[in-house]
C-alpha cells in the first residue's frame, strides 16, 4: 500500500476515534450547561411562586394540575425537606394544535421542593420543557458525521496536494535506485530541501560509491592478476617449447613435459577466459555493427566440423530465418561458438546438436547425460559436471556476460533427452 | 626474383641473404627476451634487444630494422609514443606489438599508427615465427606470394600446393596447417599453436587436440602420394615438425 493511502488510513482512524470521543464529551457538556441553565429558570420560577403565594395569592395553592401552568401544589404532612430535588422526567403537558386542547407526554425539568405557608407545609412541583435528548443526539450526530466529512476531504485533498509534493523527490530517488546497476557511475540524485530525504541521499550514496569501490576493486584485481600472469606464462611455455625442440628427451621426461605443457595450457585458458570477462562486463568491447547470426553460426560450424567428427557428433544447421544484430563481431563469435563447442563436448558418441533459427530465437539442443542439468548453477563461474575436467568452467559464464550486455535472454531446458540452450535476440 | 629467393632470405639454410634480417626486440622482461631470442635465432635472424623505452630509441635512432617486436607496457614510457615515432621515421609497418594487455583500445591505436601486427602474450614460439615472416613478406618482399621447400611449393595468395609442379588439392584446414607448418620448417609445432592457429584462437576449448591427429595423417597421405620432398614428423606426441626428406 502507497504511503500516501496508508497516511490517510491512519488519518481516518484516528480521527473517527478521537472525533467520537470529542462528540460525546461535548454532548454531555452541552447537555449540562442546558440543564444548568433550565434549573436556574426553575429555582427563580419557584421563588417567584412563593413570594407570590406568601404575598396574596394564597389562591395559587389549588393549582394541582401541572399540564396547565407548569407548576403544582400540593400540601404535605409529616417530613419536611427543605432541599431542592431536580429530575428529568416525562409527565403529561397541553398542547394546543388546531384549536384543540390534547395532553402530550412530553420530556422536562422538574424541580420538587417544600416550603411553610401559615405553618402548613406544602408541596412545590415545577416543570419546564427540556429537549428531546434523542433529536438532540441525532442533530449532533449528523454535525458530526458531516463535520468528519469534511476533515477527511481536507485531509486527502492536503495529502494528495502537498504530501504528495513533499514525498516527490523520495520517489524519484527510490526510482533512480531501482534501475542503479553496479559498475554504473552515475549515482542516483534528486533535488531536494527536506532533510530526511538529504541525508537518505548522502548516506544511500556512501554506500552505492562502497558498493562500486569495491565492485571495481575486484574486477581490477582479477583483471590485474590475469594480465601479470600473462608475461610469466609465455615464458614457461615459450621455454617448454625450446626444451622440447632441443630434442634428445627420453620418452619418459617428455611426458612429463607434455602434461606440463597440457596444465600450463588450461591456465592459460583459465587465464583469457577470465580477461575476457573483466573486459566484456567493463564494456570493453565497443566496436558494435550489423552482424549476421547465420553467418557466424555456418562459418562456425565449419571452424568446428574435424572436432565434431572426430567426437562423432552430427550437427545441424536448421535457417529458418534470418538474425542480424548490432553488436561486437568477436563477441558474436564467442558466444556462438561457446554453445556449439559446449553442445559437441558435453555430448554423447554418435550424439547430435541441433542448431536451429527461427523469428529471433537461436537453439541449440544437443544429447548428452540423461538428466537435466541445474539450470540455477550451470550459469555459473567455475561450475562444472564432475566428468569434465578440461573445461575452465567459465564457457557458460561469457555466454550470459555477453547477453547480460546486450539484454539478449538466455534459458537452459530439458526435453525429449536434449539439453537446449535458447537466445533471443532483442534488439533495442 | 628466382622462385627460391624468399627462402634463401628468410630460411637459415638457404644462408643467402639472411645475415640482412635484423631484427629488434623491445621487451623489459629478461627471461622472455631470452626465449625469444633464442627461438628467433634458430631462424638465422640477427636480433637486438632492448629492455626499456629509451634503450629502444637509442637503437632505432642508430639502425632501421627489418621487424621490431614492441612490448607496449615498458619501464621509462609506452610503447606507444615509441611507436608514434617510429611512424613519423616512416618505420612503423614492420612493428608487431607484443603485449599482456589483449584490449582493442590498444589494439586500434597501435594499428592505427602503423603497426602490422598486434600479438597477446602468452604466445606459441610458431605463432610468433609465423607473424614474423608474415611481416618480412609484406615489407621486404613485396609481390613474393609462393614458399618452397623440396619440391613443393605454396601459393599462399591463391591459396594452392603444388607437389613437382602439380596441384594437390587441399582444403581449407588442411591447407592452413600445411602452410603453417612451412613458415615453421624444422620447428617444433604444438598442437595446441595449431589448433589455435588454425581453429581460432577459442576461449573454453574442453577436450584435447587429438582431432588434429586425423587432419595431419590426411596431409601426410596426400604428400606421400604425391611424391612430395617434405614430411611431417610427430614430436614426443606433443606435436609436429614439418622437415625436408
Known amino acids: ?428 | 626474383m628466382p622462385r627460391s629467393s624468399f627462402f634463401s632470405q628468410v630460411f637459415p639454410d638457404s644462408n643467402a641473404y639472411i645475415c640482412c634480417m635484423k631484427i629488434l626486440l623491445v621487451e623489459d622482461q629478461k627471461e622472455l627476451q631470452n626465449t625469444v631470442v633464442a627461438s628467433l635465432e634458430k631462424e638465422g635472424f640477427v636480433i637486438e634487444t632492448a629492455d626499456d623505452y629509451y634503450g629502444a630509441i637509442d637503437k632505432i635512432g642508430v639502425y632501421k630494422y627489418d621487424c621490431i617486436l614492441l612490448d607496449i607496457m615498458l619501464p621509462g614510457g609506452s610503447g606507444l609514443d615509441l611507436l608514434n615515432q617510429l611512424k613519423e621515421q616512416g618505420q612503423s609497418n614492420n612493428v608487431i606489438i607484443i603485449s599482456a594487455k589483449d584490449s582493442l583500445d590498444d589494439k586500434l591505436k597501435g594499428l592505427d599508427l602503423g603497426a602490422d601486427d598486434y600479438l597477446t602474450k602468452p604466445f606459441h614460439i610458431a605463432e610468433l615465427n609465423a607473424r614474423v615472416k608474415a611481416v618480412l613478406r609484406r615489407n621486404k618482399f613485396k609481390g613474393k606470394t609462393t614458399i618452397e621447400l623440396g619440391n613443393t611449393v605454396l601459393d599462399f595468395e591463391e591459396r594452392l600446393f603444388f607437389v613437382k609442379d602439380e596441384n594437390i588439392p587441399l582444403n581449407r584446414k588442411e591447407f592452413d596447417i600445411l602452410n603453417y607448418f612451412l613458415l615453421n620448417k624444422n620447428r617444433l609445432v604444438t598442437k595446441t599453436a595449431l589448433a589455435e592457429h588454425v581453429w581460432g584462437d577459442d576461449i573454453d576449448q574442453a577436450d584435447n587436440f587429438d582431432f588434429i591427429y586425423s587432419q595431419i595423417k590426411n596431409i601426410r597421405k596426400k604428400l606421400q602420394t604425391a611424391g612430395a620432398e617434405i614430411e611431417i614428423e610427430a614430436v614426443y606426441g606433443i606435436g609436429y615438425k614439418l622437415t625436408e626428406k
Open chain 1, 1 to 428: 500500500m502507497k504511503l500516501i493511502n496508508r497516511t490517510i488510513l491512519y488519518l481516518s482512524g484516528f480521527l473517527l476515534l478521537a472525533i467520537s470521543i470529542w462528540s460525546v464529551v461535548f454532548y454531555l457538556s452541552i447537555i449540562d450547561e442546558i440543564k444548568d441553565s433550565i434549573d436556574d429558570g426553575l429555582e427563580d420560577k419557584k421563588e417567584r411562586i412563593i413570594y407570590e403565594v406568601r404575598h396574596g395569592g394564597s389562591d395559587m395553592l389549588s393549582v394541582k394540575d401541572l399540564s396547565k401552568r407548569f407548576f403544582s401544589i400540593e400540601k404535605i404532612e409529616g417530613e419536611y425537606n427543605s432541599k431542592n430535588r431536580y429530575l428529568d422526567t416525562l409527565v403529561p403537558l397541553e398542547d394546543i394544535e388546531d384549536e384543540k386542547i390534547e395532553h402530550e407526554l412530553e420530556a422536562v425539568r422538574m424541580l420538587v421542593s417544600h416550603f411553610k405557608y401559615k405553618e402548613q407545609g406544602y408541596k412545590l412541583v415545577v416543570v419546564n420543557l427540556m429537549v428531546e435528548e434523542d433529536d438532540l443526539m441525532e442533530a449532533a450526530f449528523w454535525d458530526i458525521f458531516w463535520l468528519y466529512l469534511i476533515l477527511m476531504a481536507c485531509i486527502i485533498i492536503i495529502d494528495n496536494l502537498v504530501l504528495r509534493k513533499l514525498w516527490k523527490p523520495f520517489y524519484s530517488f527510490l526510482e533512480q535506485l531501482k534501475k542503479f546497476k553496479l559498475g554504473h557511475s552515475v549515482f542516483p540524485k534528486t533535488k531536494t530541501k527536506t532533510r530526511e530525504f538529504q541525508d537518505l541521499q548522502k548516506a544511500m550514496n556512501i554506500l552505492l560509491r562502497h558498493s562500486t569501490e569495491a565492485y571495481e576493486q575486484q574486477k581490477q584485481f582479477i583483471g590485474n592478476a590475469s594480465h601479470e600472469m600473462q608475461t610469466p606464462l609465455a615464458v614457461t611455455i615459450n621455454k617448454l617449447e625450446l626444451l622440447i625442440e632441443e630434442g634428445d628427451l627420453k620418452p619418459p621426461q617428455a611426458e612429463h613435459i607434455a602434461a606440463v605443457m597440457d596444465v600450463i595450457g588450461q591456465l592459460v585458458k583459465l587465464n583469457k577466459s577470465l580477461l575476457l570477462l573483466t573486459k566484456i562486463e567493463n564494456k570493453q568491447f565497443l566496436d558494435n555493427q550489423q552482424v549476421s547470426v547465420n553467418e557466424i553460426l555456418r562459418e562456425c560450424k565449419d571452424n568446428l566440423q574435424e572436432i565434431a567428427a572426430y567426437k562423432q557428433v552430427d550437427i545441424t544447421l536448421d535457417n529458418q530465418d534470418e538474425i542480424s544484430v548490432q553488436m561486437d563481431i568477436s563477441l558474436t563469435r564467442i558466444l556462438i561458438s561457446n554453445l556449439i563447442r559446449n553442445a559437441i563436448f558435453y555430448n554423447i558418441t554418435d550424439g547430435k546438436v541441433e542448431v536451429k533459427v527461427e523469428k529471433n530465437v537461436l537453439r541449440i539442443c544437443n544429447t548428452g547425460v540423461d538428466t537435466a542439468l541445474d539450470a540455477e548453477k550451470i550459469f555459473d563461474r567455475f561450475y562444472k559436471l564432475g566428468q569434465s575436467q578440461k573445461g575452465t568452467g567459465l564457457g557458460l559464464s561469457i555466454v550470459q556476460a555477453i547477453c547480460k550486455l546486450y539484454n539478449f535472454s538466455l534459458s537452459y531446458s530439458f526435453k525429449n533427452k536434449l539439453h537446449c540452450f535458447e537466445l533471443e535476440f532483442n534488439q533495442n
